[in-house]
């Protein structure tokens, strides 16, 4: 099973992509991750907000990845602690299928994006910057990980 990180933005600040590149090496043995950067839409004066989201939408469709199980990351999602994670994984790992994650735009997902996502994941109700949603979910996929190869980096 492998998992592809689908993050609407570019050019991650230095620490986080240092941050996620950690985690990402330290994913490599139980789920390698994959990061794919979408351009985001135009926005600003006199451009329309939803057709930025419409063309985001388009781009993140065009890299799922064929087969894969669908988690689209959605402030209305169901939040996970640390330990119901490492059970959905597991339950993921039992499909057999790779993953693709999902993090929207500034105003979030397209339609078609969400209608697409087999499942919606929370961060919980504080609203964060998407490059740390990034380092977030590597982090917790890492955590997630090690509960279920019994390592002791989770010591809750």
């Not at 329309?48 to 939408?57: F, M």
């Not at 059970?87 to 105003?107: K, N, S, T, Y």
Request: proline share 6%; glycine share 8%; net charge positive.
């Amino acid at each position: 099973m492998k998992a592809r990180l689908i993050a609407t933005g570019e050019r991650a600040p230095a620490w986080v992509a240092q941050g996620f590149s950690e985690y990402q090496k330290r994913l490599s043995h139980w789920l390698p991750l994959e990061l794919v950067e979408i351009e985001p839409g135009l926005r600003g004066k006199g451009r329309d907000a939803q057709r930025a989201i419409e063309d985001e939408g388009k781009r993140v469709l065009a890299a799922l990845p064929k087969g894969a199980h669908l988690v689209a990351l959605e402030v209305t999602g169901k939040p996970y602690s640390s330990e119901q994670l490492a059970q959905r994984m597991e339950h993921w790992r039992g499909q057999g299928r790779d993953l693709a994650f999902l993090i929207g735009g500034p105003e979030g997902h397209a339609a078609e994006v969400l209608a697409a996502a087999n499942e919606t994941w929370s961060l919980g109700p504080l609203t964060l910057p998407h490059m740390l949603a990034r380092l977030l979910v590597a982090e917790q996929l890492y955590r997630a990980a090690a509960m279920l190869a019994n390592h002791p980096y989770h010591r809750a």
